[in-house]
């Protein structure tokens, strides 16, 4: 992410310099120039705006994948833990029956 974010700052960095040059070198007139610098940062600010929306887009998809992945991981643990109470519920029930049977024979 801090990646994206210096590309966002450089490309900033590199539409103010370039609008300031083209000010200095512009040979129209102010009105003109205004526009230019209008249009400019039109320009800019929607460029600025849809990377906004695309880091936006990315980091929602990450949440959601994040989300789904932590869902599977409970469900898959929780099914393992129910078979494996099973498991341990049939060999406590063995061994209750054992031990039923061994006291059942010394009680005779």
Do not use: H, W
């Amino acid at each position: 992410m801090a990646t994206r974010n210096n590309g966002l700052i450089a490309l900033l960095a590199g539409a103010a310099v370039g609008l300031g040059l083209g000010i200095l070198f512009a040979p129209d007139k102010g009105s003109k120039t205004r526009e230019k610098i209008k249009d400019g940062f039109d320009d800019l600010k929607d460029e600025v705006k849809t990377k906004f929306n695309e880091m936006e887009e990315e980091a929602k998809e990450k949440v959601s994948k994040s989300k789904d992945e932590l869902k599977e991981t409970v469900d898959e643990l929780i099914s393992k833990s129910s078979y494996k109470a099973e498991e341990a519920i049939s060999f406590l029930e063995e061994k209750l029956a054992e031990l039923k049977s061994q006291n059942a024979k010394l009680q005779k």
